[in-house]
């Protein structure tokens, strides 16, 4: 599946779910990744993030979509990390 991940998190724990979702995903840009994830290896993520999380102050939104094709995105402004671009 392809997913969008987008976390808000206190600056404590910034650090440490950054490199949590590097391990997963690709990064975007500030707190946003995307890429493509099996459903185990999304669960793996998740209890992950959910023992850095404190759930009365951070955040963390999963978009999900069967495969990268059924998304459309459109960036305004700068490109922060340019996925086409592999060498």
């Not at 999380?53 to 340019?82: A, C, M, T, Y």
Request: hydrophobic fraction near 40%; proline fraction near 1%; aromatic fraction near 10%.
């Amino acid at each position: 599946m392809y997913v969008i991940l987008v976390y808000d998190v206190s600056e404590k724990r910034v650090g440490k779910m950054l490199k949590l979702c590097r391990r997963y995903l690709h990064w975007v840009q500030n707190s946003v990744f995307e890429g493509e994830i099996s459903e185990v290896q999304l669960k793996n993520l998740l209890h992950e993030a959910k023992q850095l999380i404190h759930p009365q102050e951070d955040s963390l939104i999963v978009f999900q979509s069967r495969d990268q094709r059924w998304l459309e995105k459109q960036i305004v402004g700068l490109n922060k990390n340019n996925l086409d671009t592999f060498l």
